[in-house]
């Protein structure tokens, strides 16, 4: 059985990398980055607003900004079905 990521990428799903930068709590002047990394769809990437909700609701460190890069790893030239088994020995 394929793992969920490779099914996911089937299903049109990219690589997201968002780099967030944050004030810390106790500190508002001083910026702390944290870098998340999930498959999810462009260009609404429902899986990164999701998290990003998850942050204003539960973490006490304001959002200042947000990088975004996404990549699909799978395109439509990439992937092909083989019928054939080669096995070594």
Do not use: C
Request: glycine share 4%; hydrophobic share 40%; net charge negative.
């Amino acid at each position: 059985m394929a793992s969920i990521e490779f099914q996911r990428q089937l299903q049109g799903y990219g690589l997201t990398t968002a780099h967030i930068f944050y004030h810390l709590p106790d500190h508002p002047r001083i910026l702390q980055s944290y870098v998340w990394q999930d498959y999810d769809l462009a260009p609404d990437f429902p899986v990164l607003e999701k998290f990003l909700a998850f942050w204003r609701e539960t973490l006490d460190g304001p959002l200042h900004s947000i990088q975004v890069a996404h990549r699909r790893l799978i395109g439509p030239n990439e992937w092909r079905k083989v019928d054939a088994d080669f096995r070594l020995n």
